[in-house]
């Protein structure tokens, strides 16, 4: 038997049942709780992404020469640069966010879980 397998025990089920109570309650909780973060990563995240093309309009219009050469000056400054470590961390948060993972049995969030298992849901909300 597997450490996982030894650290879990099956919930009991009411027949019909495919969650218990006390599951919905905890994967509710962590909606709630994850909702508000979330929004805040996402908003992050497009505004990041927002501000790297801003960047690179503003790169754009300060080079001269051909519509190519000025691109690549744009996408090669030192702002723009910037722009993409910036964008970068904050996908990088909002996927952490949107997908928490870390279970045994390789569920990524709740809705996930509720689809995949009871077994599953378990992880989730124990993670």
Known sequence: MSVAEQQYEAPRLKPGQIVTEEQVHSALEFLRDSAHRLGKVTET??????MLKVKEAFGFQAATGSAESRKATARTSEEYAEAIEEHAVAFGEAQAVRSPGGSVSGCRS???AISHS??????????
Not at 118 to 127: G, L, R, Y
């Open 110 to 112: 709740i809705p996930h």
């Open 45 to 50: 995240e497009k505004r990041a992404e927002h």
């Open 118 to 127: 009871t077994a599953c849901v378990a992880d989730v909300v124990q993670a």
